[in-house]
């Protein structure tokens, strides 16, 4: 159970049904509170439950000390994607989804469905079930899954049928408590969107706040993130502007609910972004500020009422109300604007969270007769959900392998077009400082490691990743290794860790570089050889520039894409060896085939063609 849940562990009870241990993720809100208010220990609640119901009850471990964790969350989240496949029809079906095609279009609801079913419910149900089964917690038996009660049997019968990496076994409810808790669970949603919707129409005009904005036709609409993603970059929200193609004012920007947030928590005022907006000749639109035009809310009064809370499903309702959300708070701008094109990344840099609903705002766009314009922003290393279920008119594509890895997951994009590696434009111009020419024993090797604490991207990882390039230093302490650490507290991290911190100190030609995420181009032009963890970006952009580079990778999945050259990724602290000692002896030339299909281009030149595209 991704929630442990109490009536699920009645019915076992009832039922005596054979099981010996009930895994859960996380305690419901109620139970946590209740552990916060009276200092209740987790482990003894869940020790109180094993008594009561006969079985243990545990929480499921993730992360750093489950055995091979990276490849066990990798995979399920592979898994999803043809689970949720199985789907389409019946989510196409659903009445809600259906109500939502009144406003977003067919297409793009159905899209957006399959992103939030997998990232909501599915994913978190298969990755408690692969941690279980994968990491020895599910070896005495088979695994129960218990889904929502409100999910209906036919979609349970879909998750089993597409079963492979994730196997198990639907607990199922019984008809009446699955169909009232259904009813319960639909009527929440309604009635929880209903008052949204009148708050959201009424709030506005008694606060008195601005009309609804009125603008010239933009070439480009985009959102804004930070402050330090606004500096003309590659990496930042104003790196379409040039000057000549496209100018300051034919962009506008917006700052949406949940970004404003964001930036208060950076400490980062209105009246700052303001001022830095003034300065740089842009114009700002806060979606807050924005009031609902009475067209707009009956529109959504209609959507709404398309779906009543006795048709089609609960997970159906959820998706209805998320989306109606959305809308309240994008469609006023989209409706009272002249724009061409609307750029909206899944992966945006900066502080920020990656973007489920890119799909809503496609549909918002389709509904404005606005061009909806996805970009790569990151290299795309497996099928999993997140990168999957893309929705736009245009995709901005870096080349044909990041793609192709996809299908079918990228049907719902309307046209593809392949203009080469956006972040590579800032790394050509200090090409001539590399040192590809250097003696092997003057060479300066560049290690990227990931990100500390993510899914993908444990400490475990990270410093087994770093033991192996520690290794390479210390047979060649004549070359030198720099760690280019993702973020600046990484170093410290990693310097004070029980596996690291006896051997740094032996290795004087290792150094640790603390600095921001994106400040590597100097150091990755003068790198002979990068090493990068399985798989981050950097890695790419130097096989992008010519330079050797490794991939390492204990994900045992992913590196679709890098398929057409087995070379780049190593699986091993042995394998890495072996690449090393090939590239130190016989510096191979760059496979200009196996590049062509991750940027034909390679010339700096991508952000132009981007530009061109809009």
Known sequence: MPTLSMAALTLLRARRHPVTAVHYGILPRYMRAICRVLHVPERWLAGGFGVVFGCSVLRIRHENGVPNYPEINLRAMEAVVPAVGHLESLLAAD???????????????????????????????????????????????????????????????????????????????????????????????????????????????????????????????????????????????????????????????????????????????????????????????????????????????????????????????????????????????????????????????????????AALVAGICWRFKIRSVGCQTRIVYATHYEFAFECCDLFLAWGSAWYEALRPAMKFVREIREVGCLTLDALQHSRLKSSGTALPDEWLVLIFPGDIGGSHYTLDYNVSFLRACLALAKRHPRAKFIVKCKNVADAGVFSSHPALKDLLPGLPNVQLVAAARHSYAELLSAAAVVLALGFTTPGTEALLLGKPAVYYSELGTGGDAFAANPRWVVRSGDELSAAFDEIWARRPPPDSAALDRLDRFRDASALARARTSL
């Not at 279009?105 to 990755?127: C, D, E, N, Q």
């Not at 919707?197 to 008694?206: E, I, S």
């Not at 707009?296 to 009422?305: C, V």
């Open 95 to 357: 009445p809600a989804v259906e109500a939502m095609a009144f406003l977003f279009g067919r297409g793009s609801s159905v899209a957006y469905a399959l992103k939030k079913i997998s990232h909501a419910t599915v994913w978190p149900h298969f990755l408690q079930i692969a941690t279980c089964t994968r990491a020895g917690a599910g070896k005495a038996g088979p695994v129960l899954a218990v889904w929502p009660a409100s999910w209906p049997c036919e979609w349970q019968a879909a998750m089993q049928a597409a079963e492979g990496y994730v196997t198990f076994q639907s607990f199922c409810w019984p008809r009446w408590y699955a169909t009232l808790a259904g009813i319960v669970a639909r009527v929440g949603w309604w009635l929880a969107t209903a008052v949204r919707l009148l708050w959201a129409t009424a709030a506005p005009a008694a606060a008195g706040r601005s009309p609804v904005l009125t603008s010239p036709r933009y070439r480009l609409v985009t959102e804004f993130i930070e402050p330090e993603r606004l500096k003309g970059g590659p990496y930042d929200a104003d790196c379409w502007i040039d000057g000549d193609a496209i100018k300051p004012a034919d962009v506008l920007f917006f700052v949406g609910r949940r970004q404003e947030k964001t930036l208060a928590k950076l400490a980062v005022s209105r009246a700052q972004v303001e001022s830095l907006f003034r300065a740089r000749g842009y114009a700002l639109v806060w979606l807050a500020d924005l009031c609902v035009p009475a067209r707009l809310a009956r529109e959504a009064w209609r959507a709404l009422f398309r779906w009543l809370p006795f048709r089609g499903t609960a997970a159906g309702g959820e998706v209805l109300a998320t989306a109606l959300e959305r809308w309240l708070e994008l469609a006023p701008l989209a409706a009272n604007i002249r724009a061409d094109n609307l750029i909206y990344p899944q992966f945006p840099n900066g502080n920020t969270s990656w973007r489920i609903d």
